[in-house]
T-cell receptor, first 109, second 113 residues
């Protein structure tokens, strides 16, 4: 079983749609959780950290369920500029970031 | 505020050759981690350097080695290149050994022929 698994995608949605990405992780000792965004042929960039209480940043909402070892990202009112690959990432304090394979989102007009 | 920089941006090598990639961390950061990202995959951790020592290592062979300098910059060396080493090599910097948030450089795209 892979350490971090994500929906395979790709997700093709129209502008204005709401889209949700799911992710599961296998190591219960994981302490930190993130969503990174990666544009084609570019480096990953931190989109947001994920907290147990859930957190929101504009149109983006992230949720963490430690009991189920499940992380989600919700994007509301999708924009063309949201087209990218979204990487689910977990970390034990001071250790390497463990990345999922990524889910590709394509938003069309 | 300078972000993470890497050089070169692109590199073409042949099998059996050796390559050195370079990384300068974000200003104020002292920890450097290296990742390999094959096409269609997420980045995979190679190793992490802090205080000029390798602190952690992923599942990569000894052909992959590194170094960190007193100014916190770092090098990744790969010996005896294989075709399968073709990938985007990413450097990430953070503050302190327990630093959670890592910032990535633009990467070096290596092609092994």
């Amino acid at each position: 079983r892979k350490e971090v698994e994500q929906d395979p995608g790709p997700f093709n949605v129209p502008e204005g749609a709401t889209v949700a990405f799911n992710c599961t992780y296998s190591n219960s000792a994981s302490q930190s959780f993130f969503w990174y965004r990666q544009d084609c042929r570019k480096e990953p960039k931190l989109l947001m950290s994920v907290y147990s209480s859930g957190n929101e940043d504009g149109r983006f909402t992230a949720q963490l369920n430690r009991a189920s070892q499940y992380i989600s990202l919700l994007i509301r009112d999708s924009k063309l500029s949201d087209s990218a690959t979204y990487l689910c990432v977990v970390n034990q304090a001071g250790t390497a970031l463990i990345f999922g394979k990524g889910t590709t989102l394509s938003v069309s007009s | 505020d300078a972000g993470v920089t890497q050089s070169p941006t692109h590199l073409i090598k042949t099998r059996g050759q050796q390559v050195t990639l370079r990384c300068s961390p974000k200003s104020g950061h002292d920890t450097v981690s290296w990742y390999q990202q094959a096409l269609g995959q997420g980045p995979q951790f190679i190793f992490q350097y802090y205080e000029e020592e390798e602190r952690q290592r992923g599942n990569f062979p000894d052909r992959f080695s590194g170094h960190q300098f007193p100014n916190y910059s770092s090098e990744l060396n790969v010996n005896a290149l294989w075709l399968g080493d073709s990938a985007l090599y990413l450097c990430a910097s953070s503050f302190g050994l327990a630093g959670e948030t890592q910032y990535f450089g633009p990467g070096t795209r290596l092609l092994v022929l």
